[in-house]
């Protein structure tokens, strides 16, 4: 058997399938896993043009980021300590309105890019404003990305009213619709600020073009507070009304919820994206993990935007949502490591409707792979390679990833992005925003 590049490593973690494959090898041919054997076997089976060796790595599935907003990367530390909707309204959404254009969004969707390679994220879930340019930004890398087509109903730089951002967002999709990285999600950013009669148009458009719907769902107290006072109803119920609670929603943070709410996520096969450490830093409240996963539901993870968080680390993300689940159920039991792993992974690709393509180790999927380097003191001894990726590793033992077979970092080193460019860009915003700030 011929194949483009063959890499052998201690650990291999399918993640599909509970376990680990010690000392394994996989074969990458025209971008796709084409074989995964034990390396004596690929070594003696298979041709490579490529062959590299990963001592002391574990060899795990690109990780999936199935919530963030990557130009507010340049937000990064401008407004913290603050509640939600203190920090939207008195800080965020003035930045926006002064800063953000074409410019800010490729410059802070190319500093996210880079960060993310670096913790070993090969796909992530985006929404904002002007999703062309992240798009774009997303192929010159060679990400794996899906930008949500935003909807709200304030104007901004982008769009003028709830109808201006549909239509560009039917441009925008028809614009990627065959790109092989990036894909489109609808993206109304929340019950609170988005009207009846867009949502209404989103199901409808959603639902015939087969796109997923990504949205703020019951993130806070406040948030309910508001849909029961403006429309009767709390969110998740009028979303229900409005033909929205579908397998396409992916209802991002849903700390507030009752049981007859997990019950109709369950029913209608909708998904939950889990942002612990952004839900944690502006005091939202706190996802019921483990109550959604024995209930059937398929649960991913996210980050949030770097604002928020402040970071976009999906193995310190992994860590987090592992220990709360269990600080939160009582039971050391609840989200063990392999579960968290899977959100990380397979359930973002699945909630994305891209399974198929990514998220797990499987032959004929394409060739997301990133080696973690668990020879570090930090990580030594390996009783349990999954263990150590989720409860002890750091982003900085990320030292190879690759993105359909094409290796974007290479030794910690990206291999597509400018970074001494990409890091002046982003400290000339920092010094325009904070002197006209001042």
Same mark, same amino acid.
Request: charge should be negative; proline fraction near 5%.
């Given at each position: 058997?011929?194949?483009?590049?063959?890499?052998?490593?201690?650990? %291999?973690?399918?993640?599909?399938?509970?376990? =680990?494959?010690? @000392?394994?090898?996989?074969? $990458?041919?025209?971008?796709? =896993?084409?074989?995964?054997?034990?390396?004596? /076997?690929?070594?003696? @089976?298979? @041709?490579?043009?490529?062959?590299?060796?990963?001592? !002391?790595?574990?060899?795990?599935?690109?990780? &999936?980021?199935?919530?963030?907003?990557?130009?507010?990367?340049?937000?990064?530390?401008?407004?913290?300590?603050?509640?939600?909707?203190?920090?939207?309204?008195?800080?965020?959404?003035?930045?926006?309105?002064?800063? &953000?254009?074409?410019?800010? &969004?490729?410059?802070?969707?190319?500093?996210?890019?880079?960060?993310?390679?670096?913790?070993? *994220?090969?796909?992530?879930?985006?929404?904002?404003?002007?999703?062309?340019?992240?798009?774009?930004?997303?192929?010159?890398?060679?990400?794996?990305?899906?930008?949500?087509?935003? #909807?709200?109903?304030?104007?901004? *730089?982008?769009?003028?009213?709830?109808?201006?951002?549909?239509?560009?967002?039917?441009?925008?999709?028809?614009?990627?619709?065959?790109?092989?990285?990036?894909?489109?999600?609808?993206?109304?950013?929340?019950?609170?600020? #988005?009207?009846?009669?867009?949502?209404?148009? #989103?199901?409808?458009?959603?639902?015939?073009?087969?796109?997923?719907?990504?949205?703020? $769902?019951?993130? *806070?107290?406040?948030?309910?507070?508001? !849909?029961?006072?403006?429309?009767?109803?709390?969110?998740?119920?009028?979303?229900?009304?409005?033909?929205?609670?579908?397998?396409?929603? %992916? +209802?991002?943070?849903?700390? @507030?919820?009752?049981?007859?709410?997990?019950?109709?996520?369950?029913?209608?096969?909708?998904?939950?994206?889990?942002?612990?450490?952004?839900? %944690?830093?502006?005091?939202?409240?706190?996802?019921?993990?483990?109550?959604?996963?024995?209930?059937?539901?398929?649960?991913?993870?996210?980050?949030?935007?770097?604002?928020?968080?402040?970071?976009?680390?999906?193995? !310190? /993300?992994?860590? *987090?949502?592992?220990?709360?689940?269990? +600080?939160?159920?009582?039971?050391?039991?609840?989200?063990?490591?392999?579960?968290?792993?899977?959100?990380?992974?397979?359930?973002?690709?699945?909630?994305?409707?891209?399974?198929?393509?990514?998220?797990? %180790?499987?032959?004929?999927?394409?060739?997301?792979?990133?080696?973690?380097?668990?020879?570090?003191?930090?990580?030594?001894? &390996?009783?349990?390679?999954?263990?150590?990726?989720?409860?002890?590793? !750091?982003?900085?033992?990320?030292?190879?990833?690759?993105?359909?077979?094409?290796? #974007?970092?290479?030794?910690? /080193?990206?291999?597509?992005?400018?970074?001494?460019?990409?890091?002046?860009?982003?400290?000339?915003?920092?010094?325009?925003?904070?002197?006209?700030?001042?």
């Amino acid at each position: 058997m011929h194949a483009d590049l063959l890499i052998h490593a201690d650990w %291999l973690i399918p993640v599909e399938q509970p376990g =680990i494959l010690e @000392q394994h090898s996989i074969a $990458v041919s025209d971008g796709r =896993i084409s074989a995964i054997a034990p390396r004596a /076997e690929a070594i003696e @089976q298979i @041709q490579a043009e490529e062959s590299i060796e990963l001592p !002391g790595h574990a060899l795990i599935p690109g990780l &999936v980021n199935a919530h963030t907003h990557s130009p507010m990367t340049l937000f990064r530390g401008l407004a913290d300590d603050l509640p939600l909707m203190t920090w939207l309204h008195d800080y965020i959404w003035p930045a926006e309105a002064r800063w &953000v254009h074409e410019e800010f &969004v490729a410059d802070g969707s190319r500093l996210a890019i880079a960060e993310m390679i670096r913790s070993g *994220t090969t796909c992530f879930n985006d929404m904002y404003f002007f999703p062309d340019i992240t798009a774009r930004v997303a192929i010159q890398a060679g990400m794996r990305a899906t930008v949500g087509l935003i #909807v709200i109903d304030f104007p901004s *730089t982008w769009a003028s009213d709830a109808g201006d951002y549909l239509d560009k967002a039917i441009a925008v999709h028809d614009q990627l619709r065959n790109d092989p990285l990036v894909r489109t999600a609808f993206a109304p950013h929340a019950p609170y600020s #988005v009207a009846d009669d867009p949502l209404r148009r #989103v199901a409808t458009l959603a639902n015939e073009l087969e796109l997923p719907i990504h949205m703020h $769902v019951h993130e *806070t107290v406040a948030e309910v507070r508001t !849909g029961l006072e403006h429309f009767g109803q709390r969110p998740i119920e009028r979303l229900h009304r409005l033909n929205m609670v579908t397998p396409a929603l %992916l +209802g991002v943070h849903m700390t @507030q919820l009752e049981p007859a709410e997990i019950a109709l996520f369950s029913r209608c096969a909708a998904h939950v994206v889990h942002c612990p450490e952004s839900n %944690l830093k502006l005091a939202s409240g706190h996802c019921p993990v483990a109550a959604l996963m024995d209930a059937g539901i398929n649960v991913a993870l996210g980050t949030d935007g770097a604002a928020s968080n402040n970071d976009l680390d999906m193995l !310190g /993300e992994m860590q *987090t949502a592992a220990l709360r689940a269990k +600080g939160q159920a009582a039971d050391a039991c609840a989200l063990p490591a392999h579960a968290a792993l899977r959100m990380a992974t397979l359930n973002g690709a699945r909630a994305l409707g891209i399974d198929d393509e990514t998220g797990s %180790l499987k032959v004929g999927k394409s060739a997301d792979l990133v080696a973690v380097d668990l020879s570090q003191p930090e990580t030594q001894p &390996v009783y349990n390679a999954i263990s150590q990726l989720v409860y002890a590793a !750091g982003r900085e033992q990320v030292q190879h990833v690759w993105i359909r077979g094409r290796q #974007v970092l290479h030794r910690r /080193e990206l291999t597509t992005i400018d970074l001494p460019l990409t890091l002046r860009r982003a400290a000339a915003w920092r010094t325009q925003i904070k002197d006209k700030s001042a």
